[in-house]
């Protein structure tokens, strides 16, 4: 096995053990999208991970730097040793994605340490912007895209959509880890943020949650219009993520105030069942303002 074939199938390797909603679209596409698109999971995994597993913020800021450097090195076509980075800037070359969007990611994960709350929607879409809609901006220029602001702005509300969809799911467990990714604009009276802090539930909770679904859906329906921007390629896998994150969605928006109260789950059959419609029948964005 060559060098670079044994640092993507590291990557692959980080797919598999991540148990990511995303493995199997990724499978869908042909063998060099794959691994290109497996490096930009792999990378952005490593990110997150540098800073959920550090034992303090100062360790988890010395090792996101220490991959940024990784990361500048390796584009300007130095010697790196984290066979992931190698990766990555392997599918740079291969496929044209910009160095900005990657090093957005990176500034996304420092967010974290930087910040557990958001005041504004203003301030969480920036940070959506940069942990998720930036890997969407890097994965498409390895999908096959036509570029142009039409593109780049459903790229992005895709992410938002995605990431939305996220925090409304590990808003439980994120509490539990000091975080609180909902804005503090969105709570009101009967249900403060510190009411969230402490774990005291209320029924205002459910017309918090409703602010962010409609957001969400909001974002979804923006996003839908991406799919006649890609390729053949990367249609197929778009639609079968779209459907993902949408039943996803969906089965958030049915929790309602239980989002507050436990991590929400869908199970993978449903979820693969929404993959192949969504495949077949094309991205079928949220009905309605409230979804």
């Known amino acids: 096995m060559s060098t670079l074939a044994a640092d993507h199938a590291v990557c692959a390797e980080v797919l598999a053990q991540s148990r990511s909603s ?26 997150d991970d540098l800073v959920d597993d550090a034992a303090d913020a100062r360790q988890a800021r010395v090792a996101v730097d220490a991959l940024e450097a990784a990361l500048t090195a390796g584009l300007a076509g130095g010697r790196v040793d984290d066979p992931v980075i190698r990766a ?22 420092r967010m974290d340490l930087d910040r557990s709350r958001y005041a504004t929607f203003v301030e969480l879409e920036e940070y959506c912007r940069r942990v998720a809609s930036a890997v969407g901006l890097a994965a498409i220029h390895v999908w096959g895209h036509r570029p142009g602001p039409q593109v780049d702005a459903a790229a992005h509300a895709c992410g938002v959509a995605f990431q939305l969809t996220n925090i409304l799911r590990d808003v439980a467990e994120d509490r539990g880890l000091g975080r609180i990714y909902l804005p503090a604009e969105d709570f009101e009276q009967g249900f403060a943020v510190e009411d969230l802090v402490q774990g005291r539930i209320g029924p205002a909770a459910a017309g918090v949650a409703a602010k962010t679904v409609t957001r969400a859906a909001a974002c979804f329906r923006a996003a839908a219009g991406l799919d006649r921007h ?4 990367g249609r197929l896998v778009f639609r079968a993520m779209y459907g993902v994150y949408r039943a996803l969605f969906d089965t958030v928006r049915r929790a309602g105030a239980d989002v507050f109260a436990r991590r929400i789950r ?20 949220p009905r309605g303002a409230n979804a």
């Open 22 to 47: 995303f493995a199997l679209p990724i499978r869908l596409l042909p063998e060099s999208k794959r691994r290109g698109t497996t490096a930009i999971y792999a990378f952005c995994r490593r990110a």
């Open 88 to 109: 990555l800037v392997d599918t740079s070359r291969r496929f044209g994605v910009p160095p900005e969007p990657l090093y957005e990611i990176l500034a996304g994960v």
């Open 230 to 233: 890609l390729s053949t390629d």
């Open 266 to 285: 869908a199970s993978r059959p449903l979820l693969a069942r929404a993959a192949i419609a969504t495949i077949v029948l094309g991205p079928r964005p």
